[in-house]
């Protein structure tokens, strides 16, 4: 068994909060300088740069896993994650169809490109990519177990778009492999929040800029890094295992 570091929530220059230094090769080369060993990108309502970060990951040792975070029709933020590109253009179509059709303003928030490797542009979101998604977190839930995917609530302990602040609760009948909480979370909200020894909690950077990457991770101890293993980590219902 071996120790693994992993930042399971970057943002890249697709997402329009995200820096437009969050290119494929810039991300995959802070993870490694920073002593990660599995990353997932996790772009707002999007999976279309996450093939690139994907290859470069392959390339240079790094295990990188495809996702998205997601806003629901109530506009919680959960982080979706999936084991390969082909579930991920599935997911993107799911994600196409109830993404509504809401225009982004560049000038206001940001610019919602794509690019490859060599960092020149394949393509631009023109719908506005932070607008939640025609779609319940139970469907979201639902359409992302249907794919064999990973649905976690993020950064459940934040006043905005986060499964308490939106909901009020959680849904007992809502099923997640894991929850994420951010680095402001206390004691006293893990104590209140009923998910110690119900759910595996994880700790994330949610990075925008280069400099975010692994300033939060979860310790995950497998055999080797690969998206199963990180699935039955995610059973091992353990109390804070986070280093912040």
Not at 78 to 105: G, H, K, M
Request: with cysteine.
């Amino acid at each position: 068994m071996q120790l693994f570091r992993a930042d399971l929530h970057i943002h890249t220059v697709l997402s329009p909060c995200g820096s437009l230094e969050m290119s494929p090769e810039r991300i995959v080369n802070e993870a490694i300088a920073r002593g990660l060993h599995i990353i997932a990108i996790t772009d707002h309502n999007s999976t279309r740069q996450c093939r690139a970060v994907m290859e470069a990951g392959q390339e240079k040792g790094l295990f990188v896993i495809g996702g998205a975070e997601i806003s629901t029709r109530e506009e919680v933020h959960c982080v979706t994650l999936f084991e390969d590109i082909a579930t991920l253009e599935q997911f993107q179509t799911y994600i196409d169809r109830y993404l509504p059709n809401i225009p982004n303003n560049p000038d206001k928030f940001g610019y919602q490109i794509w690019v490859n490797r060599d960092e020149e542009i394949e393509g631009e979101e023109p719908r506005f990519l932070l607008s939640g998604l025609e779609q319940s977190i139970d469907d979201v839930e639902q359409m992302v177990h249907s794919l064999n995917g990973l649905f976690i609530p993020a950064h459940i302990d934040r006043p905005s778009f986060s499964l308490f602040s939106q909901l009020g609760f959680f849904p007992p009948a809502l099923v997640c492999n894991a929850v994420e909480i951010s680095g402001n979370a206390t004691q006293v909200f893990i104590d209140s929040a009923g998910i110690k020894g119900k759910y595996r909690i994880l700790s994330s950077s949610d990075a925008h800029y280069p400099n975010q990457i692994g300033s939060r991770f979860t310790t995950f101890e497998m055999r080797e890094a690969t998206f199963e293993e990180v699935r039955k980590q995610l059973r091992i219902k353990r109390e804070i295992n986070i280093e912040l």
